[in-house]
């Protein structure tokens, strides 16, 4: 069992940045596959970032060059860095972690545990 917390989220203005924080427990360490969603107004969840165990990541299109996923294995939390946020980045953000707590599934995701969510909005 994992349990996830996340944080950081708040309201920014077109071409800030927030971070956001997931805080994991229930599992010894954080190696395992994890990921960042989002699910806009009326949109359906996407994923944005999805890394391995080893830092290995993949990001979304939309998100590529402007989102950073990092994660602190010493302290379990997992990081988004989003720098230039733009108002379709305005949504839910959510962090989710491998089934199977596999250390490598960013190319076959299977996401079941998920955190509560922050909000993130932003105004243009």
């Known amino acids: 069992q994992v349990q996830l917390v996340e944080s950081g989220g708040g309201s920014v203005q077109a071409g800030g940045s927030l971070r956001l924080s997931c805080a994991a427990s229930?599992?010894?360490?954080?190696?395992?596959?994890m990921g960042w969603f989002r699910q806009g107004p009326g949109k359906e969840r996407e994923g944005v970032v999805y890394?391995?165990?080893?830092?290995?990541?993949r990001y979304a299109d939309a998100v590529k060059g402007r989102f950073t996923i990092t994660s602190d294995s010493s302290k379990n939390i997992l990081y988004l860095q989003m720098n230039s946020l733009l108002p379709e980045d305005t949504a839910m953000y959510y962090c989710?972690?491998?089934?199977?707590?596999?250390?490598?599934?960013?190319?076959?995701?299977?996401?079941?545990?998920w955190g509560p969510g922050t909000q993130v909005t932003v105004s243009s």
């Open positions: 989710a972690a491998d089934r199977y707590l596999r250390e490598f599934c960013i190319d076959i995701p299977d996401f079941h545990y």
């Open positions: 890394i391995n165990s080893d830092g290995t990541a």
């Open positions: 229930g599992a010894t360490g954080m190696r395992y596959c």
